[in-house]
């Protein structure tokens, strides 16, 4: 039950949040740390993912977001861009079973048609493979961008203004958030990036607004269970009032504003 991990680890399951977006930065300088290959970096890294996905499933959380391959990694060196599709196909695969008995659903946002052909088939088998589960959604961020994303947002509006299916003057924000990839789920709630790096690195631009965000130090492939628990805990401790302002009424109760 739900309730009964988050006591064993100490949150309130009442104040969960309902997405999680993590910048998994670091993989490369874990694996130079130890004068390893850059891919055996990526690869110690797939390990937490799977710590992290089943702990987020265990809690109850509803969206977990993983920042997996940005439209800037195509830059990187071939052999490197060659081995983290092979490692991607290969955690696809492996895990099929595994989020399928988790209830786990398998989802991406991105330019998933730049991925390799045998690895968007894979990815398409786990989808719908796990496309009933109910308990949680995986979403990967695969060949993702974000002012890509909100430039192809951009784009289909205006085709509907061109058809004359849609009015400038009824352009909303809703209106945007409607055609961004993340249209069928809420905007993440907590966004956190290892590594020591203090920036969203072109991750969910739009929909970060008003996230928490947290950064550590911590190289992903080090990054512990313990260590996002005490996140989460923090989370559930921040005041969160959107651009609002909190006023105690004559009851002694507090309102936003």
Same mark, same amino acid.
């Given at each position: 039950?739900?309730?009964?991990?988050?006591?064993?680890?100490?949150?309130?399951?009442?104040?969960?949040?309902?997405?999680?977006?993590?910048? &998994?930065?670091?993989?490369?300088?874990?694996?130079?740390?130890?004068?390893?290959?850059?891919?055996? @970096?990526?690869?110690? @890294?797939? +390990?937490?993912?799977?710590? !992290?996905?089943?702990?987020?499933?265990?809690?109850? *959380? #509803?969206?977990?977001?993983? $920042?997996?391959?940005?439209?800037?990694?195509?830059?990187?060196?071939?052999?490197?861009?060659?081995?983290?599709?092979?490692?991607?196909?290969?955690?696809?695969?492996?895990?099929?079973?595994?989020?399928?008995?988790? @209830? *786990?659903?398998?989802?991406?946002?991105?330019?998933?048609?730049?991925?390799?052909?045998?690895? %968007?088939? +894979? /990815?398409?088998?786990?989808?719908?493979?796990?496309?009933?589960?109910?308990?949680?959604?995986?979403?990967?961020?695969?060949? $993702?961008?974000?002012?890509?994303? !909100?430039?192809?947002?951009?784009?289909?509006?205006?085709?509907?203004?061109?058809?004359?299916?849609?009015?400038?003057?009824?352009?909303?924000?809703?209106?945007?958030?409607?055609?961004?990839?993340?249209?069928? !789920?809420?905007?993440?709630? &907590?966004?956190?990036?290892?590594?020591?790096? &203090? %920036?969203?690195?072109?991750?969910?631009?739009?929909?970060?607004? $008003?996230? #928490?965000?947290? /950064?550590?130090?911590?190289?992903?492939?080090?990054?512990?269970?313990? +260590?996002?628990?005490? &996140?989460?805990?923090?989370?559930?401790?921040?005041? %969160?009032?959107?651009?609002?302002?909190?006023?105690?009424?004559?009851?002694?109760?507090?309102?936003? /504003?």
């Amino acid at each position: 039950m739900k309730s009964d991990r988050c006591q064993h680890y100490g949150v309130d399951p009442s104040k969960l949040p309902r997405h999680v977006a993590i910048i &998994m930065d670091g993989n490369g300088r874990w694996a130079k740390k130890r004068l390893m290959n850059r891919v055996n @970096g990526h690869e110690k @890294g797939s +390990e937490t993912v799977r710590l !992290i996905v089943t702990l987020c499933r265990e809690l109850g *959380i #509803e969206v977990l977001t993983l $920042y997996a391959f940005s439209t800037e990694n195509w830059s990187r060196p071939q052999a490197e861009v060659d081995a983290l599709m092979g490692l991607l196909k290969r955690f696809i695969v492996s895990e099929r079973e595994s989020l399928k008995d988790q @209830g *786990i659903r398998l989802s991406a946002i991105g330019q998933k048609k730049r991925l390799p052909l045998d690895v %968007r088939q +894979e /990815f398409d088998t786990t989808v719908a493979y796990t496309a009933s589960n109910q308990g949680m959604c995986l979403n990967l961020a695969l060949s $993702y961008g974000g002012r890509e994303e !909100i430039a192809y947002a951009v784009r289909k509006i205006a085709l509907k203004v061109k058809s004359r299916k849609l009015s400038p003057e009824n352009i909303t924000e809703k209106s945007v958030a409607d055609y961004l990839y993340t249209s069928n !789920i809420p905007d993440p709630d &907590m966004i956190i990036r290892t590594g020591g790096e &203090m %920036r969203l690195s072109n991750f969910l631009l739009w929909q970060s607004a $008003y996230s #928490e965000l947290f /950064f550590t130090q911590t190289l992903w492939p080090d990054f512990t269970e313990q +260590e996002f628990i005490e &996140m989460v805990k923090d989370y559930q401790n921040r005041d %969160r009032r959107f651009g609002k302002v909190l006023c105690s009424s004559n009851d002694g109760s507090q309102q936003q /504003f």
